[in-house]
């Protein structure tokens, strides 16, 4: 069990590029959740994921941003078009369905710049 | 996005003292956690709580889960440097979601 790996730990990128970052999970896990963090505030749940299926998304979850999981289990959070309102950490955390009341377990996170 | 309120923002202890936070809502919780987070890493939980006044251990941290279900306690005794960090509670609202709203962090400083 090596834990949820996120990659890459640190992007910066220009205003209007695209951006993509994966998360895999611990292996057992169905259920996937990307929150984001700016700086000096808490984590804000963005979206997640039970399997392949996603099931719920916040109004945060703009339209340039877009999440997948696509066998049920790495997932991608790709941006499109960023700003600089995009510049956060981006946690990605997973847990077991059974064990999801327990808290979930959260990877290091992508800490993303946009210049 | 909804964030739970905590207090106090930031405290600066002596090593070996006690430290006491809190965690309030305006909605009730049937879930409360905390987390810690040191810088450049993801938080990493501490204790959960599933029942109103509930009471939880977890070495020299106790929570506490509200009676009236909307704030949460955490305190840490007798403090060491390596508690060092920014502590976060969460919440969940209802059964058949597993989205849980985080607080806004006591970060906690600790002088030798």
């Known amino acids: 069990d090596t834990g949820v790996s996120q990659n890459p730990r640190h992007k910066i990128t220009k205003r209007g590029q695209n951006v993509t970052f994966r998360c895999d999970p611990i292996s057992e896990h169905n259920r996937l959740y990307w929150y984001r963090q700016t700086l000096g505030q808490g984590p804000e749940f963005l979206t997640y994921?039970?399997?392949?299926?996603?099931?719920?998304k916040s109004r945060l979850l703009s339209d340039r941003f877009s999440a997948e999981r696509p066998k049920g289990s790495f997932s991608t959070l790709e941006i499109q078009r960023t700003e600089q309102g995009d510049s956060a950490m981006y946690l990605c955390a997973s847990s077991l369905l059974a064990n999801a009341n327990y808290g979930y377990t959260f990877g290091s996170g992508t800490r993303l710049t946009v210049v | 996005g909804q964030q739970l309120n905590q207090s106090p923002q930031s405290m600066f202890i002596q090593e070996g003292e006690d430290v006491s936070m809190n965690c309030t809502s305006s909605s009730i919780f049937n879930t409360w956690l905390w987390y810690k987070q040191d810088p450049g890493e993801g938080p990493v939980l501490l204790i959960a709580l599933y029942k109103a006044g509930e009471l939880t251990s977890n070495g020299r941290l106790t929570a506490q889960f509200g009676i009236t279900r909307k704030d949460s306690f955490l305190n840490i005794s007798a403090s060491i440097p390596s508690d060092v960090g920014i502590y976060f509670c969460a919440g969940r609202i209802t059964s058949g979601t597993y989205k849980y709203i985080f607080g806004t962090g006591t970060r906690l400083k600790v002088l030798a």
């Open positions: 994921f039970q399997n392949e299926a996603q099931l719920e």
